[in-house]
T-cell receptor
Protein backbone atom coordinates (compact mmCIF):
# COMPACT_ATOMS: atom_id res chain seq x y z
CA UNK A 1 0.00 0.00 0.00
CA UNK A 2 1.72 3.18 -1.21
CA UNK A 3 -0.84 5.77 -0.16
CA UNK A 4 -1.34 6.81 -3.79
CA UNK A 5 -4.86 6.13 -5.02
CA UNK A 6 -6.16 6.31 -8.56
CA UNK A 7 -9.69 6.31 -9.87
CA UNK A 8 -11.35 4.73 -11.64
CA UNK A 9 -9.54 1.38 -11.76
CA UNK A 10 -10.98 0.44 -15.15
CA UNK A 11 -12.64 2.46 -17.87
CA UNK A 12 -13.98 1.83 -21.37
CA UNK A 13 -14.37 4.76 -23.76
CA UNK A 14 -15.23 5.19 -27.42
CA UNK A 15 -12.81 6.65 -29.93
CA UNK A 16 -13.18 10.45 -30.08
CA UNK A 17 -14.43 10.81 -26.51
CA UNK A 18 -12.68 12.59 -23.67
CA UNK A 19 -11.56 11.04 -20.37
CA UNK A 20 -10.43 12.30 -16.97
CA UNK A 21 -8.34 10.16 -14.65
CA UNK A 22 -7.71 11.09 -11.01
CA UNK A 23 -4.89 10.60 -8.56
CA UNK A 24 -4.51 11.33 -4.85
CA UNK A 25 -0.88 11.79 -3.84
CA UNK A 26 0.74 10.42 -0.74
CA UNK A 27 0.61 12.78 2.22
CA UNK A 28 3.58 15.17 2.29
CA UNK A 29 4.42 14.79 -1.40
CA UNK A 30 4.51 17.88 -3.62
CA UNK A 31 5.14 16.35 -7.05
CA UNK A 32 3.00 14.10 -9.21
CA UNK A 33 3.95 12.42 -12.47
CA UNK A 34 1.84 10.53 -14.97
CA UNK A 35 2.98 7.56 -17.05
CA UNK A 36 1.39 5.52 -19.84
CA UNK A 37 2.13 1.80 -19.94
CA UNK A 38 1.11 -0.13 -23.05
CA UNK A 39 0.74 -3.89 -22.75
CA UNK A 40 4.13 -5.60 -22.44
CA UNK A 41 6.04 -2.30 -22.36
CA UNK A 42 7.69 -0.20 -19.68
CA UNK A 43 5.91 2.95 -18.49
CA UNK A 44 6.42 6.08 -20.62
CA UNK A 45 6.62 9.51 -18.97
CA UNK A 46 3.73 11.81 -19.94
CA UNK A 47 4.31 14.85 -17.72
CA UNK A 48 5.01 16.00 -14.19
CA UNK A 49 3.39 18.64 -11.97
CA UNK A 50 5.09 20.51 -9.18
CA UNK A 51 3.35 23.23 -7.17
CA UNK A 52 0.40 23.16 -9.57
CA UNK A 53 2.48 23.84 -12.69
CA UNK A 54 3.61 21.49 -15.43
CA UNK A 55 7.28 20.78 -14.88
CA UNK A 56 8.46 18.57 -17.71
CA UNK A 57 6.68 16.73 -20.49
CA UNK A 58 7.37 13.60 -22.47
CA UNK A 59 6.68 12.93 -26.14
CA UNK A 60 2.88 13.16 -25.94
CA UNK A 61 0.56 15.43 -27.98
CA UNK A 62 -1.28 18.43 -26.46
CA UNK A 63 -4.52 16.46 -26.21
CA UNK A 64 -2.92 14.97 -23.10
CA UNK A 65 -3.24 17.59 -20.39
CA UNK A 66 -3.24 17.70 -16.64
CA UNK A 67 -3.89 19.61 -13.46
CA UNK A 68 -2.48 19.58 -9.95
CA UNK A 69 -4.61 20.95 -7.14
CA UNK A 70 -3.53 22.78 -3.94
CA UNK A 71 -3.86 19.53 -1.99
CA UNK A 72 -1.42 17.98 -4.52
CA UNK A 73 -4.01 15.65 -6.02
CA UNK A 74 -3.97 15.53 -9.81
CA UNK A 75 -5.97 14.85 -12.95
CA UNK A 76 -4.96 13.55 -16.35
CA UNK A 77 -7.24 14.56 -19.22
CA UNK A 78 -7.12 13.01 -22.66
CA UNK A 79 -9.18 14.51 -25.49
CA UNK A 80 -10.15 12.96 -28.82
CA UNK A 81 -9.31 9.44 -27.69
CA UNK A 82 -7.60 7.12 -30.17
CA UNK A 83 -7.42 3.34 -30.12
CA UNK A 84 -3.68 3.55 -29.33
CA UNK A 85 -4.48 5.39 -26.10
CA UNK A 86 -5.58 2.05 -24.64
CA UNK A 87 -3.10 1.44 -21.83
CA UNK A 88 -2.52 1.39 -18.08
CA UNK A 89 -2.15 4.96 -16.79
CA UNK A 90 0.01 5.28 -13.72
CA UNK A 91 0.30 8.15 -11.30
CA UNK A 92 3.41 8.55 -9.15
CA UNK A 93 3.89 10.95 -6.26
CA UNK A 94 7.17 12.06 -4.77
CA UNK A 95 8.74 14.80 -2.72
CA UNK A 96 10.90 17.21 -4.67
CA UNK A 97 13.68 18.43 -2.46
CA UNK A 98 17.45 18.38 -2.06
CA UNK A 99 17.56 14.62 -1.61
CA UNK A 100 16.91 12.22 -4.49
CA UNK A 101 13.97 10.20 -3.25
CA UNK A 102 11.80 7.45 -4.60
CA UNK A 103 8.42 7.79 -6.28
CA UNK A 104 5.35 5.96 -5.07
CA UNK A 105 3.04 4.61 -7.73
CA UNK A 106 -0.67 3.99 -7.63
CA UNK A 107 -2.29 0.82 -8.92
CA UNK A 108 -3.15 2.51 -12.20
CA UNK A 109 -6.24 3.05 -14.32
CA UNK A 110 -6.76 0.58 -17.15
CA UNK A 111 -8.22 2.52 -20.09
CA UNK A 112 -9.68 0.70 -23.06
CA UNK A 113 -10.66 2.69 -26.14
CA UNK A 114 -13.02 0.93 -28.56
CA UNK B 1 16.06 10.43 -23.71
CA UNK B 2 18.08 7.25 -24.14
CA UNK B 3 16.70 4.23 -22.35
CA UNK B 4 18.54 1.57 -20.40
CA UNK B 5 19.15 -1.91 -21.81
CA UNK B 6 18.27 -5.08 -19.91
CA UNK B 7 17.83 -8.78 -20.76
CA UNK B 8 14.20 -9.56 -21.52
CA UNK B 9 13.99 -12.40 -19.02
CA UNK B 10 15.96 -14.28 -16.39
CA UNK B 11 15.34 -17.34 -14.30
CA UNK B 12 16.46 -18.12 -10.77
CA UNK B 13 16.05 -20.84 -8.18
CA UNK B 14 14.51 -20.04 -4.83
CA UNK B 15 17.00 -19.18 -2.06
CA UNK B 16 19.78 -18.44 -4.56
CA UNK B 17 21.27 -15.01 -5.37
CA UNK B 18 20.17 -13.20 -8.52
CA UNK B 19 22.20 -10.66 -10.46
CA UNK B 20 20.16 -8.49 -12.81
CA UNK B 21 22.35 -6.51 -15.24
CA UNK B 22 21.64 -3.14 -16.85
CA UNK B 23 23.49 -1.04 -19.41
CA UNK B 24 23.15 2.74 -19.41
CA UNK B 25 26.10 3.84 -21.52
CA UNK B 26 24.70 7.33 -22.28
CA UNK B 27 23.89 8.25 -18.70
CA UNK B 28 24.82 11.80 -17.73
CA UNK B 29 26.68 12.75 -14.59
CA UNK B 30 23.59 14.03 -12.78
CA UNK B 31 21.29 11.09 -13.56
CA UNK B 32 20.54 8.68 -10.76
CA UNK B 33 20.09 4.95 -11.39
CA UNK B 34 16.84 3.65 -9.93
CA UNK B 35 15.41 0.15 -9.86
CA UNK B 36 11.72 -0.58 -9.54
CA UNK B 37 9.81 -3.83 -9.84
CA UNK B 38 6.28 -4.45 -11.00
CA UNK B 39 4.01 -7.34 -10.14
CA UNK B 40 1.07 -8.18 -12.44
CA UNK B 41 -1.82 -5.73 -12.14
CA UNK B 42 0.13 -3.43 -9.82
CA UNK B 43 2.05 -0.19 -10.13
CA UNK B 44 5.87 -0.23 -10.01
CA UNK B 45 7.43 -0.54 -6.56
CA UNK B 46 10.69 1.16 -5.58
CA UNK B 47 13.61 -1.17 -4.90
CA UNK B 48 16.82 0.86 -4.64
CA UNK B 49 18.73 3.76 -6.19
CA UNK B 50 22.24 5.14 -6.40
CA UNK B 51 24.48 7.67 -8.13
CA UNK B 52 28.08 6.47 -8.00
CA UNK B 53 28.66 4.28 -4.96
CA UNK B 54 27.31 0.82 -4.31
CA UNK B 55 24.17 0.82 -2.19
CA UNK B 56 22.51 -1.67 0.12
CA UNK B 57 19.06 -1.74 1.65
CA UNK B 58 16.78 -4.36 3.15
CA UNK B 59 15.50 -5.44 -0.27
CA UNK B 60 18.62 -5.58 -2.42
CA UNK B 61 22.07 -4.29 -3.28
CA UNK B 62 23.05 -2.10 -6.20
CA UNK B 63 26.50 -2.35 -7.72
CA UNK B 64 27.42 0.55 -10.02
CA UNK B 65 30.36 0.32 -12.41
CA UNK B 66 33.13 2.85 -11.91
CA UNK B 67 32.41 4.44 -15.32
CA UNK B 68 28.65 4.41 -14.50
CA UNK B 69 27.83 2.81 -17.85
CA UNK B 70 26.34 -0.26 -16.23
CA UNK B 71 24.91 -1.48 -12.97
CA UNK B 72 23.72 -4.71 -11.38
CA UNK B 73 20.83 -5.28 -9.03
CA UNK B 74 21.54 -8.07 -6.59
CA UNK B 75 18.83 -10.00 -4.77
CA UNK B 76 20.73 -11.97 -2.17
CA UNK B 77 18.23 -14.81 -1.72
CA UNK B 78 15.42 -14.99 -4.24
CA UNK B 79 11.97 -15.92 -2.98
CA UNK B 80 8.86 -16.75 -4.95
CA UNK B 81 7.52 -13.30 -4.08
CA UNK B 82 10.44 -11.73 -5.95
CA UNK B 83 9.06 -12.91 -9.29
CA UNK B 84 8.29 -9.67 -11.14
CA UNK B 85 9.41 -7.38 -13.96
CA UNK B 86 12.46 -5.42 -12.81
CA UNK B 87 13.08 -2.03 -14.37
CA UNK B 88 16.43 -0.29 -14.47
CA UNK B 89 15.68 3.41 -14.78
CA UNK B 90 17.46 6.67 -15.42
CA UNK B 91 16.15 9.37 -13.14
CA UNK B 92 16.87 12.64 -14.93
CA UNK B 93 18.72 14.66 -12.35
CA UNK B 94 17.98 18.10 -13.71
CA UNK B 95 14.32 17.60 -14.60
CA UNK B 96 12.68 17.15 -11.25
CA UNK B 97 12.83 13.42 -11.14
CA UNK B 98 11.52 12.25 -14.51
CA UNK B 99 11.92 8.45 -14.71
CA UNK B 100 13.02 6.90 -18.02
CA UNK B 101 11.97 3.24 -18.02
CA UNK B 102 13.44 0.59 -20.29
CA UNK B 103 11.76 -2.67 -21.28
CA UNK B 104 12.56 -4.40 -18.01
CA UNK B 105 13.66 -7.93 -17.12
CA UNK B 106 11.02 -10.48 -16.27
CA UNK B 107 12.38 -12.54 -13.40
CA UNK B 108 10.91 -15.95 -12.73
CA UNK B 109 11.80 -17.87 -9.56
CA UNK B 110 11.60 -21.64 -9.43
CA UNK B 111 10.90 -23.45 -6.16
Amino acid sequence: ETGVTQSPTHLIKTRGQQVTLRCSSQSGHNTVSWYQQALGQGPQFIFQYYREEENGRGNFPPRFSGLQFPNYSSELNVNALELDDSALYLCASSFRGPMNTEAFFGQGTRLTVV
Amino acid sequence: DAKTTQPNSMESNEEEPVHLPCNHSTISGTDYIHWYRQLPSQGPEYVIHGLTSNVNNRMASLAIAEDRKSSTLILHRATLRDAAVYYCIRRIGNQGGKLIFGQGTELSVKP
